[in-house]
């Protein structure tokens, strides 16, 4: 039974997908604010968080950003009635795993949820390909390191290096790479997955021989020991 931590603090909401929620036999915990879900995910195991972003004592932004800085990565699918691109983009820089705006349906919620957890077991099949180039992902303690260099990546470049790794030496094209770390369509107007792309370069690649991280031109990305000619 998948246990799932539900931050809510209007109560017709929160009795509504409780209600939905254990009907396909989740287990769920409520609470309405923030600090009161951070103990919870200190305190407990959970397998998703559904996080609503205006509680009553500190915002669901903080909340994601918090719970990252202290490297827990339980997936957290935020629900909110704030529904502008800034405001997603906002929770996604945060450390959220996808962003469902108020009003929803159910269904989509309940689908949106089964996609993060499948994303949680498939990662956990990081073990399969945890060495490469150097570079080892200790997915227990959440961290990275090249050549034994830590790398200190935060939560958001470590989903992108896990989603590299399984997927070495191929080319991901930008929109494979926002739907599998970020899991939204974002707005490919604006430049996140390249912002992140070069973030997690100057963390992988700087200062080493090698670049690792390659830019497959009409295209997107790759991670691979060395560049094709048709790269240059």
């Known amino acids: 039974m998948n246990k799932v931590l539900l931050v809510e603090d209007d109560p017709r909401v929160a009795s509504f997908i409780l209600r ?3 009907e396909h036999l989740y287990q769920v915990k409520t609470v309405s604010k923030g600090y009161d879900a951070i ?3 200190t305190e407990n195991d959970f ?7 205006m509680l009553p004592d500190i915002t669901g932004f903080e909340v994601c950003e918090i719970l990252r800085k202290r490297k827990i990565i339980v997936p957290i699918l935020i629900l909110s009635a704030l529904d502008t691109p800034q405001e997603k983009i906002k929770g996604l820089q945060a450390g959220a795993d996808d ?8 269904e989509e919620l309940l689908a949106r949820i089964n996609a993060q957890l499948r994303r949680a077991e498939f990662s956990a099949g990081i073990l399969d390909f945890q060495s490469y180039a150097g570079i080892e992902i200790n997915m227990k303690e959440q961290s990275a390191s090249r050549d034994g260099k ?3 990546l935060s939560s958001r470049e470590l989903k992108l290096l896990i989603f590299f790794m399984k997927n070495r030496e191929k080319a991901l094209s930008r929109i494979a790479i926002a739907e599998a770390v970020w899991n939204l369509d974002l707005d490919m107007n604006t430049n996140t997955v390249d912002v992140y792309i070069n973030y997690l370069r ?3 690649d700087k200062n080493f021989s090698e670049p690792l991280i390659h830019t497959v031109k009409g295209t997107g990305y790759m ?5 094709h000619e048709s790269q240059k």
Do not use: T
């Open 99 to 106: 962003y469902l705006a108020k009003p929803f349906l159910f």
């Open 223 to 227: 991670l691979k020991k060395k560049s």
């Open 39 to 41: 103990a919870a995910v």
């Open 150 to 152: 830590e790398l200190n």
């Open 202 to 204: 100057n963390k992988v």
């Open 47 to 53: 397998d998703i968080i559904i996080l609503d972003i």
């Open 20 to 22: 939905g929620l254990e």
